[in-house]
């Protein structure tokens, strides 16, 4: 098994989409249909709207993906946490603790604002 890098695969992108479909296509090309399908449904929405938030949400989901997927270790971790939830088989309190914590850094590496908690 090869190791993990430590350091991010590519530098951060710029929260716009052109940006982030040349990160996904660079780290993640398998999620480029997703991406083009997000895209779209929120370009329409945002058309039917006259509104501006459907973009946004689009900006800020995918700049939070690449700012974990640029991070193998992290993604990784990332996806590790999601398997013990979904096994049902322990307490999922401090996964998603954890989930939270990696989410902020995202956030915060993107360069977004973070969600306020649930609750």
Known sequence: MTPLPDGPLIPRPEPVPAALRAAVAEIAPGRLPALTRHLFEAATHAHRTRS?????????????????????????????????????????????????RILVTAEAEAGLPSAPPPG
């Not at 974990?68 to 999601?82: F, N, S």
């Not at 398997?83 to 989930?99: F, K, V, Y």
């Open 52 to 100: 501006l938030a459907p973009l946004r949400a689009f900006s800020h989901s995918w700049a939070v993906f690449v700012a974990i997927e640029r991070h193998p270790r992290r993604a990784a971790r990332l996806r590790e946490l999601e398997d013990l939830i979904a096994t049902g088989e322990r307490d999922p309190a401090a996964a998603l603790a954890e989930i939270r």
